[in-house]
């Protein structure tokens, strides 16, 4: 996966795999800063909900086809 890869997706509900088999589902969201709009996520991370991430972490990643 690329940053690249994972900023088309954001604001969508994915599923996101990670290398150490862990797998999360919801809204993509980025922090570019730190601040109470990102719930003061760490900076250039993505997350869901309380979960924080960077690229590296990610092994795939799947759009959900359902919509709410």
């Not at 996101?16 to 589902?25: A, R």
């Not at 800063?33 to 990610?58: L, W």
């Amino acid at each position: 996966m690329t940053k690249t890869e994972l900023m088309k997706l954001v604001g969508k509900r994915v599923f996101v795999y990670f290398k150490d088999g862990e797998k999360i589902y919801g809204t993509l969201g980025y922090a570019d800063e730190f601040s109470e709009k990102h719930d003061y996520h760490t900076p250039k991370c993505f997350y869901i909900g309380n979960t924080a991430f960077k690229v590296s972490y990610v092994k795939k990643l799947v759009e959900s086809e359902v919509s709410e």
